[in-house]
């Protein structure tokens, strides 16, 4: 996706979050997952109260929705 629209990204950092950003979401297309469900959850809910060391579990490959979660439990 990058080329020319990394050019308006307004800073050299701004570039690298946009980057991530379109990492995670084509992540979760390939994963079969909802990007914007999956991005509202993690960041408007989980990642404040998730432990930093266990961090990968909110990787879109590992990820799954609250619902699924507490059934398997």
Do not use: D
């Not at 990394?6 to 950003?21: D, N, R």
């Amino acid at each position: 996706m990058g080329g020319n629209n990394y050019l308006f990204a307004g800073s050299e950092s701004g570039g690298e979050s946009v980057a991530i950003l379109y990492s995670l979401i084509q992540t979760c297309q390939l994963n079969g997952v909802n990007s914007e469900v999956y991005l509202a959850n993690v960041i408007m809910i989980r990642i404040q109260y998730h432990q930093n060391a266990k961090i990968e579990e909110l990787l879109p490959h590992h990820w799954k929705p609250l619902e699924i979660q507490a059934q398997a439990a």
